[in-house]
């Protein structure tokens, strides 16, 4: 078998697959960067560095709500005027140290940014940036009324740093440092079950619930950070600036963040730092471009989003251009399930009883009684419009049906709440593949892992050794899922450039990744080949007999009965037939309303 | 409270709360024919007053060759965002990439109007003769816009064989290509149709808010709200919405001061869309699970 | 303002020129380098452009002389009024352009930015922003004020109202820019402490569509006199057609904006403007007569035959900007060196330096340069080349 030629092969082969990360382009600017004082640079150069480091601060932060999130937050000049004239007043108006002050800014911003999550969650894209630029209206407007704090108009003087952070060379260095960590951390996040859950939740976000990514914790943890970077920035803006007025918070100094983001590249940490050092750098190079440099940001921004939506990063990414081989074949080994589903099998059964689901007028389920027992694979099939997917999807937490109940053996589970099922051992497939396209086949199938990890946020964001270790063993974990279905070559390649086929097998393997004691699939069998369907067959009968419960949704009703134990027939809603594919087969009902003859 | 201040809140709520309301006119009618929410509408606004005043005043046409032209230039714009900005960025719908291309391009024709027409508000000419006391045209123009607008409109969609096409693709697109309807070219005309009433709604608003490039931001947001408070794609909800948001911003004004009437505005707006994000009269999208 | 095809054709060729030479050091009597930044482009620009146009044709003229001496460059900068361009530019300024004095910038966010930066590096300022703050002879010995400030101002409109109009009872509107909020907090203050009433008092926004709330509230507040704080054209504007439609016969009196003349256009009727007091400099006034002082009558006319344009400006910022590199190569010219130490201190020295926005007079204590006396209050629709008439009961 082929597959004890791959068993010898592991270390090289780990290495080649691993999540490839090039250091090289961070270090050199970081070189350059810290170099610059020692160069003999003028103080303008050095000013126009540390706004440069300042910037990054806030973009890193915002990078992670608008590039990883996809939340179009077009307001955040709010939040760097709000950690701007908290540190100012601060330490003008009450006394506060230099340094305490920072952190409060920081924190404030954080706060603010944790606010704008409430509306990233309810409110549409559009209405969401809408309501973004409003909210940088009220802060500029708030500041300009609160005059006895703010000084209003006239503005306040910005917060003066200790020595040796008072001169241009020791403030610059401050601010690198800190634009560095936040890098840093912002690196750490990208490479986390937290920076995959968010691109997941951008991009496919009934994918991202059905593996376990509870949207609204993740997104208040991720806007609080990114607002605290923005805080933080605000602070340092401050100082640079050394005496804030209203009118240096315009929107268009936002619109710039934003613009930042998107010509780098969302998804990418790169990309972004590039932007900002170019977009600051423009203005600089010459005086009539002062003028028109609005307009060269969005022509920037439309030729980026017509033509290059991967923007500076998909430029720079010259690995992921290189040609895929032709000519693949999907060859599962299914020899190496037992490292993956390594769980003890249960033997409790999932029960849906007398389930019924109304669309307005239209019964979807109409009273169905279905059960899937562990280490069977039960074939749902039927004609269009019966129920089959509903009843997966009821199953699944996706629909909330009028009666009836859900049950894990003597276990009732409620409807609804998607991002659960995965906790309680439930994982699945799609209809149509819902992959996040940008990323890697690999971190794809480690996006079902996500509640296999324990590492939080704040330990993720500083590489904590618990990070650490839940990132090395889920990639093994992931690779053994991927070398199960056969794809394990392909682990390092984007995802947006596999075969339909291709894909979905990739989706079985991120169900595989979460250790499911039920695996329920959405016809998986279409699109695919003969060839393919066999092995799909295959495989999904050594998985039942790995313990786990199978419920396959299909059209082939041929794969169905050669690889069922059990078939349940549906039709309006309701059962039609049960029992074992023989007794199906020749049921006559079954044959008049669906197969024919 | 005196009469001559509630009359000016009103006079001057109503006015403004009909230039917000045909915004919101123009951003349902792109959205009709496209699903896609274009930043582009209050620059169509913008455009309305400066075009209009550079036509009518800087080169002296005579009112209604000036008030055409602007017409025109509306409906250029609105072409050039269906294809520029629109068409391009269809096929991923979900990925909402129109929201940045649309963006770009409102920023462009605002910087444009900025560098070529100027950064200070410019006065705006009058255009009709009529103009006394009370009865002053910055006051009843933008009314009269705002009624021929949303009569056109319905004649349009009634008895017009093109408006019952665009109401069957923002009905059902799918459905509406079957029947062999030519999707693209309504597409198209409709955004030609927004550009046209969004540079109206400046034209009619010029004496109110004079020809001035940053009109574009203030209209594209003021303008919004009446759809997200009236639902996307409802013009009466708009129409409602505009009104009621151009007399609670003068009243505001007027009770509490210019500063704390905006944050009160955006504020309420905020807690409202928190509150109802379909908008009050629109209703929820329903969208389909996997 | 619009960004001519003149200023851009003055300022890139300033740019060729500076570019050409590169940064190399000059040696220091060879040539004296001007900076001047603010905004030219943007909200406010006109007067930056104003400013610049004045100091542009003082080195034409320099230049045109072709007397022995210093080659002038001026090396101009747009920072559009952004505080953060201003930085920006300052710093290159100093740093990297190495000019010997900066002039500017336009606007007062932009001045309270810079002026910790330029005091660091010694560079000599001289600027024309109205902020009180910025010009302390202590913490910034670098920078010298060549325009009135709001305290004089202040005191000028004020005097105006309580001893030229009599009036006993005023209203104190602003915008919510940085000026208008200083300036209402000062002159409420003052009023106040004199004993006078404050009507009403009010900070606007801009875009405020209609400010007949705002002047019916100051009217049932019994105020005879109107004090007016912005130089935003719609809202100085929006203010005079809302007097008129409110049938209130008030006098306007405040900030030389609110004789711009693009305001004839915005205006329901020409006579909205009557009754509008600026306060302006008084050496670019016309006295009872029609006449103006012989030294801006002759500037006049030799912007005239070199077809400067002056209809539609305020003239007195035009002058101020020929003042200004006047100022500076006067100085280079008497102490024979461009050093910022020489050059503070023959300006401190200075008794009474004529110019044609005022005389300057400078202290080592006393770093505002035109005095109080200097100012005056003339009608804002009088405009004629830049020049406006003397208002009534003033001299």
Partial sequence: MSGMAKLSAPPGFLQRAQFTFSAWPYVLLLIAAISLPFTGANDYWILLATRMAIYTILIMGLNLVVGFAGQLALGYVGLLTIGAYTSSVLVEKLGVGVFPALVIAAVAGGAFGALLSIPALRLRTFYFAMTTMGFATIVSQIVLAWQSITGGGNGIVGPVFPAPFDAANGFYLFCLVLAAICTWTTLNLSNSRHGRSLLAVRDVEVAAAANGVNKNVLFLKTFFFSGFLSGLAGALFATLQSYITPDAFTLDLSVLFFIAILIGGRGSIIGPLLATVLLTLLPEISAPLVTWAPFLYAILLLVIVLLIPGGIAALLDVERRKPLKTGRLIIPQPVYLPSVLDNPAGAESIAMKQVELRFGQIRALDGLDIDIKPGQVHGLIGPNGSGKTTTLNVICGFGTPQQGSLWIGDRQIPFGSPSTRVSLGIARTFQTPKVVGEATVLANVMLGGTTLGTATFMESLFGMPRHRKDEKSLREHALMALRVVGLEELAAVQAERLQHSELRFMEIARALVSRPRFLLLDEPAAGLSPAEIERLGDLVKEIGRHGTGVLIVEHHSDLVFRMSDQVTVLNLGRMLAAGSPAEIKVHPEVVSAYLGV | ?290 | MKLTRRSFVQSASAMVAISSTGSKAFAQTTSIQIGFMGGLTGPNSSFGIQYLRGAQFAVDEIRGAGKAGPAVELVPRDTQGDPTKAVNAAQEMISRLKTNVILGPSGTGESLAIMGIMARAKMPNLNPTSADAIIDAAKYPNAFRVAGHIAQWDEAVRFYCTQILKSKSIAVIGDNGGFGTTAVTQTVAALKASGIQVAYQAQVDPNQPDLRPDLLRAREGGATAVIVWTSALGLATRMMNARAAINWDVPFVGHPGLGIGDILRLLDKPSNWENVYIVTNKSCCFDDAGKLPSRTEEFVQKLKRKNVQISDSTLWWIGCGHDSVELMTAAVKETGSTKAEALIKYWEALGAFPGISGDFKFSPKEHNGLPTAQLAMARANSQKNGCFTLAPGYS
């Fill in chain 2, 1 to 290: 409270m005196s009469q001559v201040i509630f009359f000016s809140i009103v006079a001057t709520g109503l006015a403004s709360g009909c230039i917000y309301a045909l915004i919101g006119v123009t951003y349902n009618v792109m959205y009709s024919a496209s699903r896609v929410m274009s930043f582009t509408a209050g620059q169509y606004g913008m455009v309305g007053g400066v075009v209009g005043a550079l036509l009518i005043q800087n080169l002296s046409l005579p009112v209604w060759a000036g008030l055409l032209l602007t017409l025109v230039a509306g409906i250029l714009l609105g072409i050039v965002t269906e294809i520029v900005g629109v068409r391009p960025v269809l096929k991923n719908l979900e990925q909402h990439l129109y929201v940045l291309s649309t963006l770009a391009l409102a920023l462009m024709i605002k910087q444009v109007a900025a560098v070529e027409w100027s950064t200070e508000p410019k006065p705006f000419p009058r255009v009709s003769g009529i103009d006394t006391g009370i009865w002053e045209e910055k006051y009843w123009l933008p009314v009269v816009a705002l009624v021929v607008v949303i009569a056109g409109l319905e004649l349009l969609n009634r008895y017009t064989l093109m408006g019952r096409a665009f109401l069957a693709i923002s009905e059902d697109t799918f459905a509406a290509r079957a029947l062999g309807l030519p999707e693209r070219n309504l597409r198209v005309t409709s955004f030609a149709l927004a550009g046209a009433i969004g540079s109206l709604a400046g034209f009619a608003g010029g004496q109110m808010l004079l020809a001035y490039f940053d009109n574009g931001t203030m209209l594209t947001f003021y303008g919004f709200i009446p759809v997200a408070l009236g639902g996307l794609g409802n013009n009466r909800g708009a129409l409602v919405g505009g009104l009621a948001l151009g007399i609670f911003q003068q009243a505001a004004t007027f009770l509490v001061g210019g500063v704390f009437a905006s944050v009160a505005v955006f504020l309420a707006f905020t807690f409202l869309l928190l509150a109802r994000p379909e908008g009050l009269f629109g209703n929820s999208r329903k969208t389909r699970l996997v």
